[in-house]
Structures are given as structure tokens and as C-alpha cells.
């Protein structure tokens, strides 16, 4: 029966999660919910899985002995080791790539041979497993320039350097081994200019289906000032596109996959595309192979769609355009950080005001780094702890809702950016 309630297990802990779960759990067709490891506060909603969420026979047998009928996966980390694969090998489906198609975000020299053969526009790079002749290769083309860790560093591995010591400073650190096997490899690339725009894409390997743009904030303060982070910030949708741009934009989501394909890898889930909107257009920064984060926080609560059904057509091959749709609202959200992210923070603190910001009107709060104390209070357990999300008909009441239920929270050591937003205002000539 097409309409029988399913058993769901989704694998991650942070606010991408989170809000997917949230979906997950609206559709008709949700069952008994599953996470692992979850968070405080996915787990008030699904049960705990005792699995580890990277060791793939783990969780393909744990899904085939409890009677899972879809599998989720939310980070990278389990797609690259090949998690999709065993769970797929059980018979039981899952919204996630397989490892081979995984590479898309696994190895950005991968990444950028696939985007060679399928002609889509990207920087130029070359790659290197030599530190003599990567460092010989800075000092002849000179910065700016953007060096990176070929491998997955948790959204570390760039170095977008201004000046030639910078980039050697990059080139150190990645051969040094603070990315540990992730800078083994180093990919440098040419630096592009430009504001920068996210586009998810749904996509069963045949079919692509685009959804709304957002805007990340990656530096950790106002301004874009500070260390790059996960990410402070988002909105969606992006109104500084000009015409054209998100055709442009999709028709490269689908080159990609189409390549693929001819490659003989099938790309089933979502294929989350980093570009810039360059004056030649828009150009990839890079590809990843799963929802980004925060970008789903502002995405998933504009999706009209039944995720379930969704995501099952990703895996069986019969995703459709006409599954999704979207209304004109605006939503914008505010990440509240631990003192001392992106570096060093303390856990543990006992968080207030939740239920006061949940309770104005558009609000969601997505938990990213949180957990339940022994008295079932919820606290902090990460640098990235809540995503303050509001929903409303304009951008500017979306962005005054989320800092409005911002300023209702509270924790010992909470920080957050205050111009989240802005520059859709400013427009694009002022970016």
C-alpha cells in the first residue's frame, strides 16, 4: 500500500537534522520515528538508535532487525564510508548517496574532474600531493587565492588566503596534518568574486529538482568579520539573483548528475551546490552530498512537499517536479552560539526562554549542539547550539521574528551575528 505508515531511522545531531525530522514527522506517512545519535531535542520527539551512525553494517542490520522502512541520512560522514550502500544491500531504502556518488563531497579533486567532463563553469585549480611543488605553484601564481584539503575537514579545510604567505600558511596547514588525512591531498584553486548563493537540488540520478536559494553566513561575526564557522546564519529565498541565474544555476545541478550517470554512478538524494555570482555568471565553489546546514533550517519550513513520499521517489526513481512546491513567505534564521565558537567552548548550560520563543507566531527553534541533563533540562553541547527560525509573508517581519525570539533565549555564554539578513536588503550592487 503506497499510504501504510513507515518506520524512519535519521542518522546525525545537529539543526539540519532536527529540522528534518520536523518535516519528516508531518508527512501521513510517518511511523515510529528513529534517531542516532539525535539531540535535546530531536529526542523529544523520536527514539535514541544505540548505533554508531558511521559504522555501515551497524546500522543496515539495526534497520533490518527493527523493521526500518526508509533510512535518512543527514551528514557527510556516514555517506562517505558507505552507509547508503549497506542500508540499500538489506533492500531497504534510503535518501542519501551511495559512496561512489558521495565523492562529490569526499574528494573535491573528484568533484572538479566530474565538473571538467560535464562542462559546468568552476574556478581553475590544480591539485597536489607534493608539498614542494603545491608551495612552488603558490609563489608562481601568487594570491589571492583559496587553498583546500582535498578530503572532508567539517567545513575547515579552506583557506581563502589574500596574499601568497597566507596561502603558503594554508598549504602548511593542510600538509602539516591539521586536517589530518582530509589534507593529503591539496586542491588550489583560482579565487572567484562575487556574492555567494546555496542551491539544494532532489534528485533520484535521472530527474533534478531544484529547491529555494539561501544565503549562508559563514564568518563568525558582524560584518563577515572573524573566523569562517558551519555557518551563523541563513535566508532563503535569495532576492539578489538577477534573471536567468537560478535557470543557469539548475541546469548545472543537472549537467552534474547527468554526468554522473554517464560515468556509471547513480546520484540519488540531494546534491547541495556552493556557486558564486560571478559577472560571468554563476560559477561552483563546490558541491556537497547532502543538505547543507544551516541552509535546511530556512529551506525544509518553505517546502511544500510530503517528505516521505519524497524521498522514497529519490530512491525508486520516480521523483517528479509536481512533488514540490513553494509559497511566497520568507524565513530567516539566527544561529546562538557558545561563547568561543568556532574555537574552544564550554557545555552545559542550562538554556532558558525556549518554549516563550517557540510560541510567537512563524517560529521554529531548531537544537543543533544540545542534550538533556539528568533532570531532563535541555543545555548546551555544542558550538553551534540553536537555529532561531521565523517564517513570515515578508522579509523584513521574518527577520524581526527571529531576532525578536533571539532575544527570548538564554544561556551563559551565548553569541550570535546581529546583521543576518542585511544584505538582502542592501542589494546586489552593494554586496
Known amino acids: 500500500m503506497a499510504s501504510e505508515k513507515i518506520d524512519i531511522l535519521l542518522l546525525g545531531a545537529g539543526g539540519r537534522e532536527h529540522a528534518l525530522l ?17 539531540n535535546g531535542g530531536m529526542l523529544q520527539i523520536a527514539d535514541a538508535a ?35 550502500d549497506a542500508v540499500r544491500a538489506e533492500g531497504i531504502a534510503c535518501f542519501g548517496p551511495n559512496k561512489d556518488a558521495a565523492q562529490m563531497e569526499g574528494s573535491k579533486e573528484f568533484a572538479k574532474q566530474v565538473m571538467a567532463r560535464a562542462g559546468v563553469p568552476t574556478a581553475a585549480y590544480r591539485s597536489f600531493t607534493d608539498r614542494e611543488a603545491c608551495e612552488a605553484y603558490v609563489r608562481e601564481v601568487g594570491g589571492p587565492i ?22 603558503l600558511a594554508g598549504v602548511d596547514e593542510c600538509f602539516s596534518g591539521a586536517f589530518g588525512d582530509a589534507g593529503a591531498t591539496v586542491v588550489v584553486e583560482e579565487m572567484l568574486e562575487g556574492p555567494e548563493c546555496s542551491l539544494l537540488a532532489l534528485t ?44 543557469t544555476m539548475s541546469a548545472i545541478m543537472q549537467k552534474v548528475v547527468d554526468q554522473l550517470r554517464a560515468d556509471g554512478i547513480n546520484y540519488s538524494g540531494c546534491l547541495y551546490g556552493g556557486f558564486m555570482l560571478t559577472k560571468d555568471g554563476p560559477k561552483v565553489l563546490e558541491f556537497n ?17 510530503d517528505l516521505v513520499e ?16 513553494w509559497g511566497d513567505d520568507w524565513a530567516v534564521s539566527v544561529v546562538l552560539a557558545s561563547a568561543g565558537y568556532p574555537g574552544s567552548y564550554e557545555k552545559g548550560k542550562v ?56 532575544d527570548l533565549i538564554d544561556f551563559d555564554g551565548k553569541q550570535f551575528r546581529t546583521d543576518i539578513g542585511l544584505k538582502a536588503i542592501l542589494g546586489r550592487e552593494n554586496l
Open 146 to 167: 583559496v587553498v583546500k584539503a582535498d578530503g572532508l575537514a567539517a567545513g575547515k579545510g579552506v583557506i581563502v588566503a589574500q596574499t601568497t604567505d597566507e596561502a
Open 351 to 406: 538554556i532558558h526562554g525556549l518554549d516563550e520563543a517557540e510560541a510567537r507566531a512563524g517560529v521554529t527553534v531548531y537544537h543543533a549542539g544540545t542534550a538533556l541533563d539528568k533532570y531532563g533540562k535541555t543545555v548546551t553541547a555544542g558550538g553551534r547550539v540553536l537555529d532561531v527560525t521565523a517564517v513570515a509573508p515578508t522579509f523584513e517581519e521574518a527577520r524581526a521574528n527571529a531576532y525578536a525570539a533571539c
Open 204 to 247: 533520484d540520478g535521472t530527474t533534478v529538482v531544484p529547491l529555494a536559494t539561501s544565503q549562508d553566513h559563514k564568518r563568525a561575526y558582524d560584518g563577515d568579520k572573524g573566523p569562517n564557522t558551519g555557518g551563523m546564519g541563513v535566508y532563503s529565498p535569495v532576492p539578489i539573483l538577477l534573471d536567468g541565474e537560478l535557470d
Open 22 to 38: 520536523m518535516k519528516l514527522a508531518e508527512s501521513p506517512r510517518a511511523g515510529k520515528l528513529y534517531v542516532a545519535p539525535g
Open 289 to 305: 552530498a547532502r543538505f547543507g546546514d544551516p541552509e535546511t533550517q530556512v529551506v525544509l519550513p518553505r517546502m511544500k512537499a
Open 310 to 325: 519524497t524521498f522514497l521517489a529519490c530512491d525508486n526513481g520516480t521523483l517528479s517536479p509536481d512533488m514540490v512546491n
Open 50 to 84: 544505540p548505533i554508531n551512525q558511521e559504522n555501515p553494517a551497524e546500522v543496515a542490520s539495526w534497520a533490518a532487525e527493527n523493521g526500518i522502512g526508509l533510512v535518512v541520512i543527514g551528514p557527510e560522514a556516514p555517506l562517505v564510508v558507505g552507509v547508503a
